[in-house]
């Protein structure tokens, strides 16, 4: 399963760690997309299932060193490493922007994503009607949950715990948000919060869950690109499209809640043009801005696969 790599692999690697954490902390965007534009899904989720009995049976009878080899824990570590340092830093920009300059941010996001339904989907070696009807039930499905209200539920230990679990899931998964998940459950600003605030008791919840979630969850996706690789792709790119609902720039609030701290937070958006935005929030739609930081963002995706498929 583990690469022969140099310090400067394991540099590369912690930087893609840093882009995935990055898109896991805003609502709409997967870091798994990342993983997967990178080139380095299909060994993420191979790592994440080896942590099994075998691993445990190696630990005790050949030592760490053994285990450390079997799970490809130097990759992980470099990834980890990056992921946890784009959290602990981004996590006041995104709040910044999407307080600040939302539509400008969603546009971006959504370039990124528009982007990487094309680079996911040209990876089916062949298109037919079964893979096209797998597509479009793959996009009816993130739309359908990106278009789901959000609630909002206690925190307690078993909401944290719980809500790991499931986010973790969709966080790995192509096309579908962790973030947004976790915005759906009403957890996305606690979770974000003990982040900002090093609240290492929720922190630790939270991670519990997440290894709980991973370590089931990577089997599944595991076993998928193992059997059914072409038929997984068309359902993530489905995913991918299905999910641009969710990050579509020009949003009209239509009802308000108040959050755990009392603050007035949307409820229900409906998409609309960027003038209807205009007409109907009395704001900007900052349109040429927006569109050149989606072609932004995908040109960032198009040069980040065309750079992974010469390295192939």
Known sequence: MGQSRRLKDYVVLTCKGILMGAADAVPGVSGGTIAFI???????????????????????????????????????LALLLGIGLSLATLAHIVL??????????????FGLILASTWV??????HWDSSFSLLFLSGAAIAYLITSLTPTEIEVSMLTVFLSGSVAICAMILPGI????????????????????????????LFATGCAAGLLSFSRLLNWLFTAYKMQTLAVMSGFLLGSLNKVWPWKYTTAYTLNSHGKQV????????????????????????????????????LWMERGQSTNR
């Open 177 to 204: 948000s962790g973030s947004f998940i976790l915005l759906l459950l009403g957890m996305y600003s606690p979770i974000l919060q003990a982040v900002k605030d090093l609240d290492l008791s929720i922190i630790g």
């Open 120 to 125: 996911i989907s040209r990876h089916v070696t």
């Open 38 to 76: 990178t080139g380095i899904y299909e060994e993420l989720i191979g790592s994440i299932r080896r942590f099994d009995l075998e691993a445990l049976k190696l630990l005790f009878s050949q030592g760490p060193q053994a285990t450390w080899r079997h799970v490809n824990g130097s990759f992980l």
């Open 266 to 301: 949307p409820l229900a958006q409906d998409n609309v043009s960027p003038f209807n935005y205009e007409a109907l929030s009395g704001q900007d739609s900052f349109l040429m801005v927006s569109i050149i930081l989606l072609v932004l963002g995908m040109v960032i995706v």
């Open 96 to 109: 910044f922007m999407l307080a600040t300059y939302p539509v400008m941010l969603w546009s971006f996001f």
